[in-house]
């Protein structure tokens, strides 16, 4: 075999192999990625059951309810349109609590139940996810315009 083949046949698997690579880190990434939705566009079945996502809102005032026996908490995540409830096994954050913004991740069941992994509280008194803003500032121009008619 003359070395100039040699050298293409090189090339060639080289290039299998950084593509292979590629392949498997696309592959890993998709699997990870969980977007974030309002509990409006996921009751508007933006959502199918089953897909892991982050559900982004406020936790509504007087709707958290910890088992007395257990770690199970349920509570209702809202964005002033729609309301979704979510059951949590688990700790939550120090910083949660009604009527501050929370980002859950976890799956939709058929039952209509969010069920979370994960829990985060929001950090500051400023801090609200960017999803939440849009849907509520959504829900205050529908609310405006309604009024006006």
């Known amino acids: 075999m003359k070395p100039r083949h040699k050298r293409i046949i090189f090339a060639v698997i080289g290039l299998i192999g950084v593509v292979a690579a590629s392949a498997l880190v696309i592959t890993a990434f998709r699997s990870n990625i969980a977007y974030s ?4 566009k996921v009751l508007a079945g933006e959502v199918s059951v089953g897909q892991t996502f982050r559900l982004a809102g406020m936790v509504r005032e007087g709707s958290l309810k ?57 950090h500051d008194e400023s801090y609200m996810p960017p999803e939440v803003t849009e849907a509520m500032q959504a829900v205050d121009v529908d609310k405006a315009s309604q009024s006006v008619k």
């Open 37 to 40: 939705f309002s509990p409006s």
């Open 66 to 122: 910890k088992a007395p026996d257990s770690l199970e908490t349920k509570f209702v995540v809202t964005d002033n349109a729609k309301d979704l409830t979510v059951s949590y096994t688990g700790i939550l954050p120090d910083l949660f609590k009604e009527g501050q913004g929370t980002v859950a991740k976890g799956k939709m069941r058929e039952d209509g139940v969010f069920y979370a992994e994960e829990v985060l509280a929001k």
